[in-house]
């Protein structure tokens, strides 16, 4: 078990981690044929708010602050 956030984000990155996160977007199944209005609610990295944000309209909320400042950042999304 990753001993601080920094690790836990550095865990993400690595070939596992972004597998988990393939098998997660595989199983939610949402199809892009229409934009979704989607609140990712505890969105840590902001990793699915980032990757739904290419195709959907996406709010994500994170309250912790360390997690917010290791977000990632590629698409648009609102982050509260």
């Not at 949402?30 to 979704?36: E, G, Y």
Request: hydrophobic share 40%; aromatic share 14%.
């Amino acid at each position: 078990m990753p001993s601080s956030i920094k690790d836990y984000r550095n865990l993400i990155e690595q070939p596992w981690g972004k597998m988990f996160y393939e098998l997660i977007y595989h199983q939610l199944n949402i199809k892009d044929d229409d934009r979704l209005n989607i609140l990712d609610f505890g969105a840590g990295f902001c990793v699915t708010a980032d990757y739904y944000a290419a195709n959907h309209n996406v709010t994500a909320v994170e309250p912790n602050k360390e997690m917010y400042s290791l977000r990632v950042n590629n698409n648009n999304y609102v982050l509260i």
